[in-house]
């Protein structure tokens, strides 16, 4: 005999089937448990990377774009990369390429404060920085998977961040810009013993006031004055521009050394060399800097007058002109070199026989035919019927005189708007 009673079936179902019921809870309070696990370690991710962005932004100096980059990287889990208003990219990190978006760049410029996102082989997502006054560029995020909804959200406060850091950013900048342009100011004005407020000034600016430095006048236009400001700082010095004229006072010894550094640094910003001149080395805590400033500008005008387009020249080899022409009447100085070269130009164009450039190297050989016609590579009995020639257009005495001066300073200041190649051969 059986000591337990039978079970009736339906009481044998119905603890099944709680069983079965049990185990599904079990199933997804597990399922639970590991999304909510996923989700707590996105948002201390994110929550890291916006720790990381705030430090960046207090900071004491303005942070590199690779290191906003690498921070963002890191919080998202993709290649976040750096953008400029016009789309070209700042930094990115992982480094690298990064493949172009200018139609999610220009969505997400026209859709502030949102996340834009674009589906394909990988997921692309943009977001504008965007301050009140203007956009400032765009965050681009490239990832095999999908954000999810915090890391979206996430995205979003990291460029609220970013807006801010630029905003601090060009604060600094325009007081840095309002400082460095008051120092050229007080310098180039001061005609006496600096200040203390200057030698404060200059201090804050790391700007040598117990060195002798040169001032350069430079040829151009506003827009210039920047690039002058930006190449004189890397070259220890400031710049901006003075009176209308981009300027750039830089601490030297050598008025030629120091012209031709500062027109290789603005060269590889502008692809060119404008026209510059140096002054003699002067002493800004003696109050000196003006007058070397007026030198180089009345340089720069006798520059212009003559036609160079590209050389860079020192007050030093355009002191025998200063006392000579008034820089408001740069009509003088063509008047010289028309009259006094005008019959050798017209034989030049009508006959292609460069008779300026043969009379300029005869006279710096100091009058000596067979040298001028060997530096000239042609033979002695042309270059005799060159000479013959020139006398007959010049007259007998075109060496000589009052003649022979004018001709001389007129090929010099010929010289200084001529090719590299001629005044080499000069």
Request: aromatic residues 4%; hydrophobic residues 45%; charged residues 25%.
């Amino acid at each position: 005999m059986n000591a337990f009673p039978e079970v009736p079936d339906e009481v044998l179902r119905r603890v099944r089937q709680a069983a079965a019921d049990l185990e599904t809870g079990l199933d997804r309070l597990a399922g639970r448990d590991t999304g909510l696990a996923v989700r707590l370690e996105v948002l201390d991710r994110t929550g890291s990377m916006m720790d990381t962005l705030f430090e960046l932004t207090v900071a004491p100096e303005p942070p590199l774009p690779a290191a906003v980059a690498e921070a963002l990287a890191a919080g998202l889990g993709g290649v976040a990369a750096l953008l400029d208003p016009g789309g070209r990219l700042i930094a990115a990190h992982p480094a690298g390429p990064v493949a172009a978006a200018p139609e999610l760049v220009q969505q997400a410029a026209a859709d502030p404060g949102h996340v834009i996102a674009e589906a394909g082989v990988s997921f692309r997502y943009a977001v504008s920085v965007a301050t009140v006054a203007r956009s400032e560029g765009t965050v681009l995020l490239v990832r095999r998977t999908p954000l999810t909804d915090d890391e979206v959200a996430a995205l979003r406060r990291a460029a609220h961040v970013l807006a801010a850091l630029r905003i601090r950013q060009n604060a600094l900048l325009q007081a840095y810009e309002e400082m460095r342009t008051d120092l050229l100011t007080e310098l180039l004005a001061a005609s006496r013993p600096l200040s203390r407020p200057v030698r404060v000034l200059a201090e804050a600016r790391r700007f040598p006031l117990d060195r002798q430095c040169v001032v350069v006048a430079i040829d151009g236009d506003a827009a210039l004055g920047r690039v002058v400001a930006d190449a004189a700082a890397l070259l220890g010095g400031v710049g901006g521009r003075h009176d209308e004229v981009p300027v750039a006072v830089l601490p030297g010894d050598d008025p030629q050394a120091v012209v031709e550094a500062l027109a290789a640094r603005m060269r590889r910003v502008t692809g060119r060399t404008a026209r510059m001149c140096a002054s003699d080395l002067a002493d800004p805590a003696r109050g000196t800097l003006p007058a070397a400033f007026e030198a180089a500008r009345h340089g720069l005008a006798l520059l212009r007058a003559a036609g160079s387009d590209h050389r860079c020249a020192t007050t030093r080899e355009l002191a025998l002109y200063r006392p000579l022409f008034d820089p408001e009447r740069s009509g003088d100085v063509r008047d010289l070199l028309d009259g006094a070269l005008r019959p050798l130009l017209d034989y030049e164009r009508e006959h292609r026989i460069d008779l300026v450039q043969t009379v300029h190297v005869f006279l710096a050989t100091g009058g000596n035919a067979s040298q001028a016609a060997r530096r000239l590579f042609i033979h002695p009995n042309t270059m005799t019927k060159r000479l013959d020639r020139v006398a007959r257009l010049l007259g007998d005495g075109w060496q000589d005189g009052v003649a022979g001066l004018r001709l001389r300073l007129a090929l010099h200041l010929r010289s200084l708007g001529a090719s590299d190649a001629y005044a080499e051969a000069g």
